[in-house]
C-alpha cells in the first residue's frame, strides 16, 4: 500500500500546466514576435484601406440626396428614396433579368470549358505542344474587350472577312454580330475566346498538385485513362472547383460592362442593358446621379454577399471546403 | 437566471453585440424615418437677355470688308481673298502666368513643345495657355466627372451641345466657376476691346442664375465662343459617284430614296448612307434640339407627331432595302473614310467636312467631290433647316482664381477674339510663317505638315473666344460655294421658340429622351416594328415626358406669355 500523501505534490512548472493547444501569448508578446510578418502586410492593408474600405465607406451616399458641390453633411439623408427610385425604374428589371441570363449562361457554359481544357491540357504528354496549346488559349484573355469585339466585328460583321468570303461564294452576308437573338451566343464565342483560357490556368494549377503516384498506381490496378480521371483527377481538382464557383455565384451580378456597352448600338440597349450598363447610362452619363448609381451598386453588393453566405453554406454542408476551412 | 452556455448563442459578449447593434439601429431609425424626399434634377429655365450688368457693346471696326456679304447670323459674310493682315491689339500687356485649360480633341493632340504654343504665348502679351487635351468623343460625358471632382485645370471648354451631358448644368455653373460678372460688368472696351465687341447676345447666353428660381442671382461665368448662325450639319452628296451613275442631285426626300437605291449595290460594296439618325429629322418637319414645337396652342413632342412615323419609317426603309452599311449599328465605322472610298456616296457630318473632304482628298491624291443636300422636305410639305441658335461654346475658368488671374486670362482672351484679317487671327489659325505654313500663289496660307497636324487641329487656342464677327473663310472656290449654300437654305430655317432662355429638361424627361433615342434605332436597324411607336410614345410620356411638357410649357409661358 502506498504511504499516504500528506503533503502538497510540487506544483506543476507553469510551462508544464498549460494544457496543449491553450498556450496562449498576450498581444504584446504576439506583436513583439510576428511584428516583421504584420509589417508585411501592411502594404496590402493600406491599398485595401485607400482602393476598398475608404470608397465603400462612401456607400452612404446612396441614402442621402448627394451633391458634389455642397460640404458632404449638408446632404440631407432620403433613407431608401434611391433604392424605391431604382427598382420604381422600368428599365431596372429588364437589366436584372438580363444580367442574370449572362452570368448563369456564363457559368453553365463557360465555366465547365475551362475544366474541359484544363483536363486537355493535362492529358497533352508533349511539353512544346502543351505550352504553345497553352500560350494560345491563355493569349487572349489580355486582349481589351475594345480589340475582341473589333476582331468579332471583322471578322464576322456583316461587312467583315467571312460575309465577304460568302458573298464571293454566291452566299448571304453573316449577320449575327447584330443580330439580338443571337447574341447570347455571340457573348458565348466572345467569352470562350476571351476567359476560357484564364479559368484553365487556375485549374491547371490545381491539376498539378495531384500527387502522380495516384495516377502510376491506378495505372497498376488497370484503371483506364477516363476512370483515373473520374476516380483520381476530378476528385483532386474539387476544392478548387467548388471555391470558384461560389466566387462566381458571389460575383453574378457583375457581368462585366465593356463587353454589353461595346455592343450595344449593333443590337440594341433592351439585349445589351446589364446592370453594370443600367448603372452607366442612368447615373454617370445619365441624369439620376452618383447617389442612384450606388444604390444599384450597394444592391449588387447586397445580393453578391447573400449569394456567397448561402453558396459557401451549402459546400460546407456537402462536406467541401469552401471559400475558407470552417473551424 | 442561469448562466448561459458557451453554446447558447445568448452568451453575455453576443448579447453586447446584439443590444450595440439594436441601438445603433434604433438611433438610424429616425434618420432614415425624418428622410426628406429627393430634390435634385427638376429642370431648370434662365432668361439670357435683358441684363444690365453685360459688357457695353462697342462694336469692334474691321481692319478689312468682307468680299461676300452676306445676312449673318444665318447667312454670314465671306472672305474669298486673304487680307494683309494687321494688329488688332495695340498694347500688348505684360503677363507671366501659366494657365492649364482643358479642351476636347478629335483626334492625334499635338505636342505641347511645338513652336505654335510658344509662338501664341509671345505674341499674346506672355501668357502660357497649357492645354489639357481629352479625347472630344467621350469630353461631354467625362467632363461631369472631372466638373464633379473639381479636377479640370483652371477652366474647362465646353460646346454647347456637350451641356446635354450634364445632369444638372445650373447647378455645376454656379459651383464649379469663377463668377465673371464684376469683372466684365459696363464698359470694358478699354483693356478688352475685343470682348467689348463680341455680341450682347453672346455674353447674355454666358449667364447661369445662382437660385434658378430667383432671376436677381443671374451672373456671368463663361467667355463666349463665336456666335454663329446656318446650318451646323449637312448630308453630303459625292457629286463626282452621283454623275458617274447618272444621277442628278436629289431635291425631295422622294427623290433621295431612289437615287439611294440607284446608287447601292450591297453585294459589291456599296451604300447610299452610313448614319441617318441626326439631321434627317428636318427633312420632315420634325423640331431640333429637344424636340418640342408649338403646335395648336401646345408643345408638342417630336416623338408625338405623325411625322416621327414618317421619319422613321424611312429610316427603316433604308435598312430593310440595304442602302445603309451594314455595319453601321455598331457604331464603329469610319463613316468620313468610307465617303473618301466611295463606299458610301452620302455622309451626314459637320459642315466642316466640306472643306475637311477637299483637304483630306487633295493631300492623299484620291480626288472627288463632294456637296451638301440642299432644304429636302417630304411629302410636298415647306422644307425645315435646323440652324445654329447661339453661340458656339464657353470657356470656363475654376472658381478657385484669383482676380488677377482671371484678368489675365482676359487678356488672352481678347487676344484670341481677334477676327480674320489681323495677325493675331493668322497666328492662331495657320501658326508661324515657315514652321507651319507658307503664303499660296494668291496669298492665302497653305498648311504644312506640321501646320496640318498642330495647328489645324479642331480645338485649341482659336475656339477659345469668340471672334467680334464670324465669316466664311478658306479656300475660294469653297468660300463662295458655302456662301451660296447658306444663301439658299437660310429662308427654311428653324425660328428657336425658346429664343431669349435657356431651357435645362428635368432629369427624367433627360432619361426618357436617352431611352427614346435607343427605341428609335431598335426601328430604324430592323430590331423592333414601327407598330411599337405608340407604346413607346406612351412609355415616354409617363417616364418623363410629360413632365418636360410641363416644364417647357411654363418656361414658354414665361416667354410669350
Not at chain 1, 49 to 72: L, Q
Not at chain 1, 285 to 312: D, R
Request: charged share 15%; aromatic share 12%; hydrophobic share 40%.
Amino acid at each position: 500500500m502506498a504511504a499516504l500523501q500528506t503533503s502538497a505534490p510540487p506544483a506543476p512548472s507553469r510551462r508544464q500546466a498549460r494544457p496543449r493547444g491553450r498556450n496562449k501569448r498576450t498581444l504584446a508578446q504576439r506583436l513583439r514576435h510576428d511584428w516583421p510578418l504584420l509589417l508585411l502586410t501592411l502594404p496590402a492593408l493600406a491599398q485595401l484601406a485607400v482602393f476598398f474600405y475608404w470608397p465603400s465607406a462612401w456607400n452612404i451616399i446612396a441614402f442621402m440626396d448627394y451633391s458634389p458641390h455642397r460640404p458632404f453633411w449638408e446632404n440631407p439623408f432620403v433613407g431608401f428614396a434611391w433604392f424605391e427610385r431604382l427598382f420604381a425604374n422600368p428599365y431596372f428589371l429588364p437589366a436584372l433579368l438580363n444580367t442574370l441570363k449572362y452570368a448563369f449562361a456564363n457559368l453553365l457554359f463557360l465555366f465547365p470549358l475551362s475544366i474541359v481544357l484544363a483536363l486537355v491540357m493535362h492529358s497533352v504528354v508533349s511539353t512544346k505542344v502543351r505550352s504553345l496549346f497553352q500560350s494560345v488559349v491563355y493569349l487572349p484573355y489580355f486582349f481589351s474587350w475594345v480589340l475582341v469585339v473589333t476582331v468579332f466585328v471583322q471578322t464576322l460583321g456583316s461587312d467583315g472577312l467571312v460575309s465577304n468570303w460568302l458573298l464571293d461564294f454566291g452566299g448571304e452576308r453573316l449577320t449575327f454580330t447584330s443580330n439580338p437573338d443571337s447574341f447570347l451566343f455571340l457573348a458565348w464565342l466572345q467569352w470562350a475566346w476571351k476567359d476560357a483560357g484564364w479559368g484553365m490556368i487556375i485549374f491547371l494549377a490545381a491539376l498539378a498538385s495531384i500527387n502522380p503516384s495516384l495516377y502510376e498506381a491506378a495505372a497498376v490496378d488497370g484503371a483506364s485513362r477516363w476512370r483515373r480521371m473520374w476516380h483520381i483527377t476530378l476528385p483532386g481538382i474539387r476544392p478548387v472547383i467548388v471555391l470558384l464557383l461560389i466566387l462566381h455565384i458571389g460575383g453574378i451580378l457583375n457581368v462585366g460592362f465593356e463587353q454589353y456597352q461595346l455592343q450595344r448600338n449593333a443590337v440594341g440597349y433592351q439585349t445589351t442593358e446589364v446592370l453594370d450598363t443600367f448603372v452607366y447610362y442612368r447615373s454617370v452619363i445619365g441624369t439620376e446621379g452618383p447617389s442612384f448609381g450606388t444604390a444599384a451598386g450597394l444592391f449588387k453588393g447586397v445580393i453578391g454577399l447573400i449569394l456567397v453566405l448561402v453558396a459557401n453554406n451549402v459546400a460546407h454542408r456537402l462536406g467541401e471546403q469552401g471559400i475558407y476551412q470552417k473551424s | 437566471m442561469a448562466t448561459p452556455s458557451d453554446r447558447s448563442p445568448l452568451r453575455r459578449r453576443s448579447l453586447f453585440k446584439v443590444a450595440g447593434l439594436g441601438a445603433a439601429g434604433a438611433a438610424g431609425l429616425p434618420l432614415v424615418a425624418a428622410c426628406g424626399e429627393i430634390e435634385s434634377g427638376s429642370g431648370t429655365s434662365q432668361a439670357t437677355e435683358g441684363f444690365d450688368f453685360l459688357p457695353t457693346y462697342k462694336e469692334w471696326p474691321l481692319p478689312v470688308e468682307p468680299d461676300l456679304v452676306g445676312e449673318p447670323p444665318n447667312h454670314p459674310s465671306g472672305f474669298t481673298t486673304y487680307p494683309e493682315p494687321v494688329p488688332a491689339i495695340e498694347a500688348l500687356p505684360s503677363n507671366s502666368g501659366t494657365f492649364e485649360i482643358t479642351v476636347p480633341m478629335w483626334g492625334e493632340a499635338p505636342s505641347q513643345d511645338d513652336p505654335y504654343f510658344a509662338a501664341v504665348a509671345e505674341a499674346c502679351g506672355g501668357t502660357t495657355v497649357n492645354l489639357r487635351q481629352a479625347d472630344g468623343v467621350t469630353f461631354a460625358e467625362t467632363s461631369v466627372q472631372w466638373l464633379n471632382a473639381n479636377e479640370f485645370g483652371d477652366g474647362i471648354m465646353l460646346f454647347s451641345w456637350m451641356l446635354f451631358a450634364h445632369p444638372n448644368f445650373q447647378e455645376t455653373v454656379v459651383n464649379s466657376f469663377y463668377d465673371l460678372t464684376d469683372i466684365v460688368k459696363g464698359d470694358i472696351s478699354e483693356r478688352w476691346p475685343l470682348l467689348a465687341g463680341l455680341p450682347t447676345a453672346s455674353w447674355g447666353q454666358s449667364v447661369w442664375s445662382t437660385d434658378p428660381n430667383d432671376p436677381e442671382t443671374a451672373r456671368v461665368f463663361g467667355i463666349p465662343g463665336s456666335f454663329s448662325g446656318g446650318p451646323g450639319n449637312a448630308m453630303f452628296a459625292r457629286t463626282d459617284l452621283l454623275e458617274a451613275a447618272g444621277q442628278a442631285m436629289p431635291t425631295t426626300v422622294e427623290e433621295l430614296l431612289e437615287v439611294a437605291r440607284a446608287v447601292s449595290d450591297d453585294a459589291n460594296g456599296r451604300w447610299a448612307f452610313a448614319g441617318t439618325d441626326y439631321l434627317t429629322p428636318q427633312w420632315f418637319g420634325l423640331a431640333s434640339g429637344d424636340g418640342w414645337a408649338y403646335i395648336d396652342g401646345k408643345l408638342v413632342h417630336n416623338c408625338e407627331r405623325p411625322e416621327y412615323t414618317e421619319w422613321l419609317e424611312f429610316r427603316r426603309t433604308l435598312w430593310d432595302e440595304k442602302l445603309v452599311h451594314p455595319d453601321t449599328p455598331t457604331g464603329t465605322l469610319d463613316g468620313q473614310a468610307l465617303h473618301k472610298a466611295g463606299t458610301i456616296v452620302f455622309q451626314l457630318d459637320g459642315i466642316s467636312w466640306w472643306q475637311g473632304f477637299i483637304d483630306q482628298t487633295t493631300a492623299e491624291g484620291t480626288g472627288g467631290t463632294i456637296a451638301p443636300l440642299g432644304a429636302l422636305s417630304a411629302n410636298g410639305r415647306e422644307p425645315l433647316v435646323h440652324v445654329n441658335t447661339g453661340v458656339d461654346s464657353w470657356t470656363f475658368l475654376n472658381k478657385d482664381l484669383s482676380q488677377e488671374q482671371v484678368e489675365e486670362f482676359l487678356d488672352f482672351a481678347n487676344f484670341c477674339s481677334a477676327p480674320y484679317g489681323t495677325t493675331e487671327y493668322e497666328i492662331l489659325n495657320y501658326g508661324v510663317e515657315g514652321t507651319h505654313f507658307t503664303y499660296g500663289p494668291d496669298g492665302t496660307p497653305v498648311f504644312n505638315e506640321t501646320g496640318t497636324a498642330v495647328v489645324q487641329a479642331p480645338v485649341n487656342y482659336k475656339t477659345m473666344s469668340g471672334h467680334v464677327q464670324q465669316f466664311l473663310t478658306g479656300t475660294p472656290e469653297m468660300v463662295q460655294a458655302r456662301f451660296e449654300y447658306n444663301a439658299s437654305v437660310k429662308d427654311f430655317a428653324e425660328a428657336n421658340i425658346f429664343e431669349g432662355m435657356r431651357v435645362e429638361g428635368p432629369a427624367d424627361f433627360k432619361s426618357a429622351g436617352q431611352v427614346l433615342i435607343d427605341q428609335q434605332n431598335d426601328i430604324a436597324f430592323g430590331r423592333a416594328d414601327l407598330s411599337s411607336i405608340p407604346e413607346m410614345v406612351e412609355t415616354w410620356k409617363a417616364n418623363g415626358g410629360e413632365t418636360g411638357r410641363e416644364h417647357y410649357t411654363a418656361a414658354y409661358e414665361k416667354l410669350h406669355g
